[in-house]
Every structure is written in structure tokens, then in C-alpha cells.
């Protein structure tokens, strides 16, 4: 079985520049996760995608962070400006349909972005 | 707000050092407490998922258990090839996830 897929792998910008990562979510997965992991903490989460409706938003900052998932599969997150603060690994993870309580979440290798 | 405090934050032991690593964690209501390994440039990679206090898994040189506020990770004879990051992360009634900080386990031989 594939796993989650993301790209690019690295990516460096200058300041108040945009950039956007993509995601291939494992075959079948209904939900989605888009995780922002800062160095040396755990990841938090930004946004939760069930097919292709938004389940979670919460913590996005939704003045420079956006993210879609059309046709309920791949997704992509955009950042626009970036800011230096937003230096971070953006991992995406999958999961079967979220009223499983087991709701194990598979991690795609993440994005490492540093903003100059 | 649910939070999970994970302790400590970096451990280095010698090889077949056992020790244990804590997990401490408020939640409004617990759908499932679970554990990450990560390796530098990697993803988490699951290792676990328990759901009630006294519940018990293990996997091969590690042991999980829970109680009512906090989870351990016990490390029996480890090896470096444990070196990595533990994640801890607990699923509320909304099904997200909230990790904790990790902590950084260092084996030498």
C-alpha cells in the first residue's frame, strides 16, 4: 500500500513571498490532515479535510494560510505572504472515516519551508 | 483546551538502559491516547493506541500503558536503533489530534 505522498520536500523563500505544498493522501482515505511542526515540537494541527468539506479550521491563520481538497482526494496548502515565523515542516497525514474511533493517522514525510 | 505535557524532553540512555517516558494529558473526553515515533526528516510513524486506564500494549523492546491522566512509554534493554523522537497525542469527542512536545530518546552503545 502507498503511503501519503507530499512535495515538494524542501523549500526555502524569501519573506512575504507565497508558496504552496501538495498532498496524495493514502487510496480510500476519507479524511485529511494538514499538520504545522516547528522544530523541536510536537505538530499542530491547521486544518482537517472529511472528503472534500472543511471539518476543522481552527487554528489556520486565515489571513496567509488557505487549503483545498477538490474532488475529495489530493490536497494542496498555500501560505501568501509567508512570514518568518511560518519556518516549519508542513505534514499531511490520512485517516479512514473519522467516526472511527481508532482513527489511526498515517504521516506523509512532510515539507521542511525556512523562510528567509 | 486539551493539552498534553510529555517528559522529559530529551533522554539519552546506554544501551539496555531501561527507562520509561511520561505523558501527561487533560482531554475533554478521551477517544484515544496514542504514540508516534519519529526519526529527523521523517513523519510520525504509529506505534500505539489506547483507549481506556489500564489498558497495556507492547511492540517488540516497548510497552504502553495508561491511567486516567498520564500514559508511559516503557523502553526495555534499549538498542540505538531506538534513538528517535516519542510522540504522545490524545484524540478528544471532536476527533482531533493534540500531540505533546516529544521527547528526544538518545541510546549509545
Known amino acids: 500500500e502507498a503511503g501519503v505522498a507530499q512535495s515538494p520536500r524542501y523549500k526555502i523563500i524569501e519573506k512575504r513571498q507565497s508558496v504552496a505544498f501538495w498532498c496524495n493522501p493514502i487510496?480510500?482515505?476519507?479524511?485529511l490532515y494538514w499538520y504545522q511542526q516547528i522544530l523541536g515540537q510536537g505538530p499542530k494541527l491547521l486544518i482537517q479535510?472529511?472528503?472534500?468539506?472543511?471539518?476543522?479550521d481552527s487554528q489556520l491563520p486565515k489571513d496567509r494560510f488557505s487549503a483545498e481538497r477538490l474532488k475529495g482526494v489530493d490536497s494542496t496548502l498555500k501560505i501568501q505572504p509567508a512570514k518568518l515565523e511560518d519556518s516549519a515542516v508542513y505534514l499531511c497525514?490520512?485517516?479512514?472515516?473519522?467516526?472511527?474511533?481508532?482513527?489511526?493517522?498515517?504521516f506523509g514525510p512532510g515539507t521542511r519551508l525556512t523562510v528567509l | 483546551e486539551d493539552q498534553v505535557t510529555q517528559s522529559p524532553e530529551a533522554l539519552r540512555l546506554q544501551e539496555g538502559e531501561s527507562s520509561s517516558l511520561n505523558c501527561s494529558y487533560t482531554?475533554?473526553?478521551?477517544?484515544?491516547l496514542f504514540w508516534y515515533r519519529q526519526d529527523p526528516g521523517k513523519g510520525p510513524e504509529f506505534l500505539f493506541t489506547?483507549?481506556?486506564a489500564g489498558e497495556e500494549k507492547e511492540k517488540e523492546r516497548l510497552k504502553a500503558t495508561l491511567t486516567k491522566k498520564e500514559s508511559f512509554l516503557h523502553i526495555t534493554a534499549p538498542k540505538p536503533e531506538d534513538s528517535a523522537t516519542y510522540l504522545c497525542?490524545?484524540?478528544?469527542?471532536?476527533?482531533?489530534?493534540?500531540f505533546g512536545g516529544g521527547t528526544r530518546l538518545m541510546v549509545k552503545p
Open positions: 497525514a490520512s485517516s479512514r472515516w473519522m467516526l472511527d474511533s481508532y482513527n489511526e493517522q498515517f
Open positions: 487510496s480510500g482515505h476519507a479524511t
Open positions: 479535510f472529511q472528503n472534500n468539506g472543511v471539518v476543522d
Open positions: 482531554v475533554s473526553g478521551l477517544r484515544g
Open positions: 489506547l483507549y481506556s
Open positions: 497525542a490524545v484524540n478528544n469527542a471532536g476527533n482531533m489530534l493534540t
